[in-house]
């Protein structure tokens, strides 16, 4: 289970598509097969998606080293509803590379977790860890370095938008403005 070897796969390519991602994930991690469903409940302003691994009953039946992935379809549907999709999708792809500690598996670590996103003063637990991880990983497998940098530079030299390179990757605003944080490299490099 290596998210390393699948930063590296991604440097090599001109387009980076969600079907090539979730095909690598399952090839570098133990999970067999990943579901994406949409739902209705999920507002996409408060919870844009969740990651479950199975196995898993009712009403949504996941096998043994399966996983689910599901998305706020009004975030899905939005007017940039296909690059949040792209966004969050990958982020939440991204924890098949967590490590056993560091997963929500429990009722009691789910509640935790979630009073953690409302308290800034709470400890940091190994689940929100895992969140913060998959966010510079989702990051770091949408872009290349290569391209990175280069709009870094135009972004730097105001020969760019924002706008005009959050359509070129097909990610929202919000993801690109992450992306070119200057301590971008130093968080993904922690996140490996």
Known sequence: MTYHRLFEAVQSLDRISTTWLRQQATQLSNITRIHEQWSGVLDGTHLRGF???GPMGAPVPIGNNEALIVL???MCEGALGKHWRRFILT???MHVFDEENEKTDTPE???HQINQFGDPTA???P???AELKALWRALGVLCTVEKR??????LIEQTISFEVVAAALRLPVLAVRLLMRDDFE???HNSM
């Open 91 to 93: 982020k939440e792809l």
């Open 186 to 188: 130093t968080l993904l």
């Open 72 to 74: 706020s379809r009004a």
């Open 51 to 53: 990651y479950i691994e």
């Open 123 to 125: 400890a940091v637990t």
């Open 109 to 111: 670590k789910l509640d």
């Open 149 to 154: 940098a280069a709009y870094k530079s135009q």
């Open 127 to 129: 689940q929100y860890n």
